[in-house]
Nanobody, 116 residues
Framework: QVQLVESGGGLVQPGGSLRLSCAAS????????MGWYRQAPGKQRELVAT???????NYADSVKGRFTISNNNAKNTVYLQMNSLKLEDTAVYYC??????????WGQGTQVTVSS
């Protein structure tokens, strides 16, 4: 069974920073990429950033220059450093792992709230 454990969400003021972590375990198979998605109230889930096992990254335009995704392949872990947070970054952030099968596994989500 595959398990994704996320951590690092919370409440932060505008302009602040947070770091999300996600560790994947279980019979995942060969990983193609890991990433983060988010879903704000009343909106559809959207891509935030992904990173391949080779380190190739992809970011949503709305977070470019503010967020940085990184990974540790040996630990099947992905991180999201979020700086200069804005009110509109408030959402539930989900970790995702996509294999070469292809199959995508999802974490349970962690709440990020940006508020003054």
């Amino acid at each position: 069974q595959v398990q994704l454990v996320e951590s690092g969400g919370g409440l932060v003021q505008p302009g602040g920073s947070l770091r999300l972590s996600c560790a994947a375990s279980g019979s995942i198979g060969s990983i193609h990429n890991m990433g983060w998605y988010r879903q704000a109230p009343g909106k559809q889930r959207e891509l935030v950033a992904t990173i391949t096992q080779e380190g190739k990254t992809n970011y949503a335009d709305s977070v470019k220059g503010r967020f940085t995704i990184s990974n540790n392949n040996a630990k099947n872990t992905v991180y999201l450093q979020m700086n200069s947070l804005k009110l509109e970054d408030t959402a539930v952030y989900y970790c995702a792992v996509t294999t070469w099968s292809p199959r995508t596994y999802w974490g349970q989500g962690t709440q990020v709230t940006v508020s003054s």
